[in-house]
């Protein structure tokens, strides 16, 4: 039995539109792009969508050091490169497919131009002419198609590169017009803002990235600095045989925090509960953007809206894409086993903390050293289900209870009743299908609705209880809801 070898290379055309199925988005596909420059030392790249019916096109235009004839044919090769190689410590790079794979994704012809030292070198791929190959040969074409040389020229640059995406088939398909191609340009600014924000951030911003002359604006998913922000942890690190990792945990303000422009800015690309969870960043480029990186306790957490506020940030090093099984696409990161219950340990805190403040509106909590605030309704957990029982501790109702005198049977058989009849079920679609939880504790209330019930409390306090009036005050700012209305209870009149 023989047991020799064979060559058995694949053919050009039908590789190449095989790999056009790896399921980028556009705005993925103009992001690995994007990448490339940055690992060339770009520190501008300019975007162009022009639209022209069946012939649109779209160009990447970067500054950066450019490449030779010999490097050019390198990057146009697939798998020129092993992700197995030692890669610079600032590559954004791994598998030496993302120019190809990435351009394939929305168009059938790739034309890249670049200058280095003065010297210019194009190169192009067209599956359409690899199609009409019999030999199923790799065919890679000097200079730009006929009729596309203007598109991909330099300008008289002395350095850089320019990529250029024609036979948009996987965009301009049939009936999409001109305000379609706007749109598409719309959402991948706001794609690449999210993913490259970090180095757009700041007066020291390393990347100036512009689509069709206007800036893209960062995305920062973590609103660093805002006042109202009630938490973000110390960056956690951990260090593996791979590289060491970076943990810093955040719980976004409440809407009603927030301004209407802040709350629909920070809801990002894809909208608050889609944000929620782990970004996943490789040299300040972001790789995964929200998701639970399937950490659950017994199963995997799914998006809920009760932790839309929750979002972590986890640096890892390019040196660990391996160990976190990062995918072609950059898009997909899946956490060691080792790393699994520290990554789980931090999430479920930061979603307790997240759920707490989205359950209260961002009630503020008690101030350092005061008394917990006393709340109106306690939660019973038992193994027949969860319970919420009115509280008879509360001021309020205590009050009710001890001046009912005969009638104080009667007022905890309505107690009972609205215990018995709380909508739950209603509460909880509305709360989903709103995306945000009903109003409670007066909320879009006169001031004088709350100041009518805060006098009925102080007075019987400082009257039947004979309380004096600043303990009245305190025992008020410390006593849902009333904690969130410090102003009118200062206001009260005083007592002795």
């Not at 670049?114 to 030999?135: H, I, M, Q």
């Not at 512009?210 to 893209?216: A, D, E, F, H, Q």
């Not at 109003?439 to 709350?450: D, H, L, Q």
């Amino acid at each position: 039995m023989s047991r020799g070898t064979r060559q058995a290379p694949p053919r050009a055309a039908a590789m190449l539109e095989a790999l056009r199925g790896l399921g980028y988005s556009t705005g993925a596909g103009l992001a690995d792009i994007v990448d490339n420059s940055v690992s060339a030392g770009a520190r501008e790249v300019r975007i162009a969508f022009k639209w022209a019916g069946p012939d649109s096109r779209i160009s990447i235009l970067d500054d950066g050091r450019g490449m030779s004839d010999e490097e050019l044919e390198s990057a146009m090769t697939l798998g020129d490169k092993s992700p197995l190689e030692e890669r610079d410590a600032s590559d954004l790079g791994r598998f030496g497919m993302g120019l190809k794979t990435a351009s394939f994704s929305q168009c059938r012809r790739l034309t890249v131009s670049t200058v280095k030292d003065g010297a210019e070198a194009c190169l192009r791929w067209d599956l359409d002419e690899l199609a009409k190959d019999p030999s199923g040969g790799w065919l890679l074409f000097e200079g730009a198609a006929a009729g596309s040389e203007e598109f991909a020229r330099l300008d008289g640059a002395s350095h850089g590169t320019l990529v250029l995406w024609e036979v948009l088939d996987r965009i301009v398909t049939p009936g999409y017009d001109a305000d379609d191609f706007l749109v598409l340009a719309d959402a991948v600014e706001a794609h690449l803002g999210m993913v490259f924000h970090r180095m757009l951030e700041g007066p020291r911003a390393r990347l100036r990235l512009s689509i069709n002359g206007r800036p893209v604006a960062p995305w920062d998913p973590f609103m660093s600095g805002h006042p109202a922000k009630p938490w973000n942890s110390p960056i956690a690190k951990s260090s593996m045989a791979s590289g060491q990792i970076a943990v810093e945990c955040h719980v976004l303000p409440h809407k009603d925090k927030l301004t209407d422009a802040e709350f629909q800015g920070a809801a990002g690309p894809n909208g608050w509960n889609a944000q929620q969870g782990f970004y996943v960043y490789r040299n300040e480029r972001l790789l995964v953007a929200g998701g639970w990186l399937g950490l659950g306790q017994g199963r995997a957490w799914n998006r809920e809206e009760a932790y839309r506020l929750a979002r972590i940030r986890l640096d890892i090093p390019n040196t660990a894409d391996a160990a976190w099984k990062i995918d072609i696409r950059k898009s997909i990161a899946r956490p060691p086993v080792a790393l699994r219950s520290l990554l789980t340990k931090l999430a479920e805190d930061t979603r307790e903390r997240a759920r707490k403040v989205f359950a209260f509106r961002g009630s503020p909590a008690a101030p350092r050293g005061a008394s917990p605030v006393e709340m109106a309704w306690r939660v019973e957990r038992t193994k027949a289900g969860t319970r919420y029982r009115i509280d008879e501790k509360h001021p309020a109702v205590a009050s009710a209870l001890e001046a009912s005198g005969d009638n104080g049977a009667l007022i905890r058989a309505m107690l009972k009743v609205v215990e018995a009849t709380v909508p739950i079920q209603r509460i909880w679609l509305d709360t989903a299908e709103g995306k945000d939880t009903p109003r409670t504790a007066f909320e879009g209330e006169p001031p004088e609705s709350v100041v009518e019930v805060l006098e009925a409390l102080y007075e019987d306090m400082t009257g039947r209880l004979n309380m004096s009036g600043a303990a009245a005050k305190k025992r008020l700012l410390a006593t849902e809801p009333f904690q969130n209305y410090p102003a009118l209870v200062s206001a009260l009149p005083d007592e002795s």
